[in-house]
């Protein structure tokens, strides 16, 4: 029982490992969901750079930390 | 044929980095195992793992037909993402050298100890210990090659291609492990894991897209310009990193 619940929080280990990020990601999801309902080509831009934001901002918070 | 080629050469690709970086990880572990209490324990935990694999596969697979398209790549795109930017964010790190990069001798040397320092206990339990440990590792690490492998694969029907790159580095790291008989510490893991995470990141945004209903300019081709800034993105942003640590060292 040990073992599995071990698996099971490693295998969310793989999806979420710095929280800001986790949630950043799915902010920006969230975000270009929204904005597909109105125009697919922001909706696209949302999510690239919206991404490329969330790494950013989690490296730095990660520096910061160090 | 080139937009074919678009997603199955990087969907390949991406199964076949990816698994290489895995399967070697898991490898260490099984070898450290196999140094310290011998093959059986190694080869009963990894059998046992990859029996585990099988049925979650076996399992699973046939409920990705009934799942629609769309949902399917919406799903499929976000946890890409999570898990690409994870891995992106960590190899621009150690890239920028704020992390210590992975190193495959130091975890086979760190795993060996692990297991000798069971040697108080009873020869069964120790064998059991190294069983389990190999068992672990194996599902771990194969879990991850499964899944990317599924998330290439499924949003355009190329599963099989990309579980044949899977495939693939599996025999070839196996092979050199059997051939050389250590942890294959040569093999450039980091810049293994910088490539895949681009990739990953640029079919996680590509797939959450699809799912989202968004037409990508170029279509298909749309991967590969993904790649092109995820990578030089990522290598500026390791750049500044770098240069800003190693500034504020200096004061």
Redesign the interface.
Known sequence: MK?FS??LH??LG?????EL??LG??AV?AA??IA?TWS??L??AV??LG??L???L???K??RK? | MIISWATTGPAVTAAFLASIVEVVEAFTIVLAVSTVRGWRPALIGTGCAILLLAILIATLGPLLDRVPIHVLQLVIGVLLLLFGLRWLRKAILRAAGILALHDEASAFARQEATLREADGHRDAHLRWIAGLTAFKAVVLEGLEVVFIVIAVGAGRGLLVPAALGAFAACALVLLLGVLIHRPLARVPENTLKFGVAIMLSAFGIFWTGEGLGIDWPGQDLAVLAFIAIFLAYGLALAAVLRRSVSRETAQ
């Open positions: 073992l071990l698996i490693e295998i793989l999806f979420i490992d710095d990020l986790a990601i799915l999801v270009s969901a597909a697919p080509a909706a696209g999510l690239l991404s490329l969330a790494v950013t989690s490296s730095i990660t520096i160090l």
